[in-house]
């Protein structure tokens, strides 16, 4: 694996339209990446969300059929924050998500459907900086993505989905990973840190049981703190990174 540690980040590439964010869980996006969703949709770009659970083992103390529709509830919540509308579940079960075909069709499906240029998702590889172990849903998540990006151009694989009515999109040029230990490019964090906050904030139910912490502060301090870590690579600006692949 290349090592970034002293590269200076890269902006992220500004000239497209749409993009779609695809991650395992409510809550993944507010922790890795909504300042720079915020400041997307204030340029007048289209971002919509597709989570593959809805949660629902998130929360030892509250059933699974009472905690994936308030987990729901909270991603909605969190997700028009930073002017995100387009929130769509698959209802993979939430712990046990496996990587494969199935998981591959239903977010190539997702790509046909709202034809991204940009492509978003969340950390694929095994650990969070070698030193904290990922969740295998995160790590079946992302790999599915990056690979369904490229199986969303192909009519001959899935050719059941353009049997559906979804035609294949070609259009995804770059897969960008948050969370990655490897960056290679950011966005500044600051002008929506403060709805970053608030929408991370959304998932309240699931952060106190995470911590004793005040919720609020919480979160101010893991996003403010995450995104000033990156500020020495891009220009003394606290900044959101991303791992882009190219297509």
Same mark, same amino acid.
């Not at 509308?85 to 977010?107: K, P, Q, S």
């Given at each position: ?22 991650? /395992? ?12 969703? /915020? ?19 998130? +929360? ?50 997702? +790509? ?12 694929? &590889?095994?650990?969070?900086? *070698? ?21 969303? @151009?192909?009519?001959? +694989? ?20 948050? @969370? *990655? ?7 500044? /964090? ?16 699931? +952060? ?26 891009? @220009?003394? &600006?606290?900044?959101?990174? $991303?791992?882009? $692949? *190219?297509?």
């Amino acid at each position: 694996m290349t090592d970034h540690v002293n590269d200076q980040l890269q902006p992220m590439p500004d000239d497209w339209r749409r993009a779609l964010a695809v991650v /395992a869980h409510p809550d993944d996006l507010e922790y890795g990446c909504a300042a720079a969703v /915020a400041s997307w949709t204030d340029g007048g770009r289209e971002v919509a969300y597709l989570l593959a659970t809805r949660g629902e083992a998130g +929360i030892d103390t509250l059933d699974p059929a009472t905690c994936g529709p308030l987990r729901e509830r909270e991603q909605r919540a969190g997700a028009a924050v930073v002017g995100v509308t387009e929130v769509e579940f698959l209802d993979h079960r939430d712990g046990v998500v496996e990587y494969g075909l199935g998981l591959r069709r239903d977010i190539a499906a997702a +790509i046909r459907r709202h034809r991204p240029e940009l492509v978003i998702t969340l950390n694929h &590889r095994d650990t969070w900086g *070698s030193t904290v172990w990922n969740t295998p849903d995160h790590v079946a998540v992302g790999r599915a993505t990056l690979d369904a990006a490229g199986d969303a @151009g192909n009519r001959w +694989i899935f050719p059941e989905l353009v049997e559906q009515g979804l035609e294949p999109w070609d259009g995804v040029r770059w897969v960008a990973v948050a @969370g *990655s230990s490897s960056p290679t490019h950011a966005v500044d /964090a600051t002008p929506g840190m403060e709805r970053a906050i608030r929408s991370l904030l959304e998932h309240r139910a699931y +952060i106190e049981v995470l911590t004793d912490q005040d919720p609020e502060e919480y979160c101010r301090t893991f996003l403010t703190a995450n995104a000033q870590a990156a500020a020495a690579r891009f @220009g003394g &600006r606290p900044a959101v990174t $991303f791992e882009v $692949f *190219s297509r």
